[in-house]
């Protein structure tokens, strides 16, 4: 594998520190961007190889200069990996809009704030590698994460834009789709509003419960992930979204199935409205 420079957001924790980990240990430069001194403290200590920079990708007017000061102080990037991210747990009734906002500016405005930072970089060079990490959860919907999987839809279908339009500069975008790994983000990384409406017991408290109790025991393995994104990145004819994990893969394809049968039995309906 030719040498790169990867800028990595949230190199911190979860998939961003298994990415900067994998590509450190292949010899690639990486930029891992953390939110506090304190992360990036550890980080240092954890990489030492990593170069850090403190961006909250929610300060959208500073991540252009904090972009332009990475290629300055370590030659242009080749791949971004927009991972910052973290998961929302709440029934719609009961979450607070603010809750979606903030889920919103970090997971949505966040990474596109990051990308578009990039992309007249890769435009204007032919070349680059956009990674955005959304999840199962933006090609499916499960009750009690209405704010995160809307989040992800979004940035789903962000992603296959920015594909459509920087492949004519050879620029790559997919999304990567993982189902659940052994992460942070059903534990600490995870928003949980409270409960307060108990005609909704019976339906979401066993889901939360399951939820909590499968944190940190999941299929998903964070450094296979990194594997896969370094053999990713090196695809000529890389996938719009690539899926990680069987779960994603099980869940997805059955959506896929359950939508079709859905579009045939309307199909009469769908076309009587031309005419």
């Not at 190199?11 to 298994?18: D, K, R, T, V």
């Not at 990039?118 to 090609?139: A, D, E, H, K, Y």
Request: hydrophobic share 40%; proline share 5%; with cysteine.
């Amino acid at each position: 594998m030719s040498q790169k420079t990867f800028f990595i957001t949230g190199a911190n924790s979860g998939f961003g520190l298994a990415v900067a980990t994998a590509a450190s240990e292949q010899g690639h430069t990486v930029i891992g961007t953390v939110r506090s001194e304190a992360s990036q403290a550890r980080l240092a200590e954890r990489l030492p190889a990593v170069r850090c920079a403190l961006c909250d990708v929610t300060e959208f007017d500073r991540i252009p200069d904090v972009v332009e000061q990475a290629e300055k102080d370590h030659g242009p990037v080749d791949v971004l990996i927009n991972n910052a991210g973290y998961g929302h747990e709440g029934l719609l009734e009961e979450s607070p809009l603010e809750e979606m906002r903030r889920q919103f500016d970090v997971n949505v405005f966040g990474a596109v704030a990051v990308a578009k930072a990039f992309l007249p970089r890769f435009r204007r060079r032919r070349r680059g590698f956009i990674v955005n990490v959304t999840s199962m959860g933006g090609m499916i919907t499960m009750p009690g994460i209405a704010y995160y999987c809307g989040s992800k839809f979004a940035l789903q279908g962000i992603s296959e834009v920015m594909r459509a339009e920087m492949a004519p500069f050879g620029v790559h975008v997919t999304a990567l789709c993982p189902g659940s790994f052994r992460t942070d983000w059903a534990g600490r990384s995870m928003v949980r509003t409270g409960r307060s409406i108990d005609d909704y017991d019976a339906l979401f408290d066993p889901i939360r419960e399951a939820r909590q109790a499968r944190s940190g025991k999941q299929l998903g393995d964070p450094n296979k992930l990194a594997a896969a994104v370094l053999n990713l990145i090196e695809s000529a004819n890389p996938p719009p979204q690539l899926l990680l994990g069987s779960d994603a893969l099980k869940l997805v394809s059955g959506r896929i199935e359950r939508l079709q049968q859905e579009i045939e039995e309307w199909k009469p309906v769908a076309v009587s409205t031309d005419e």
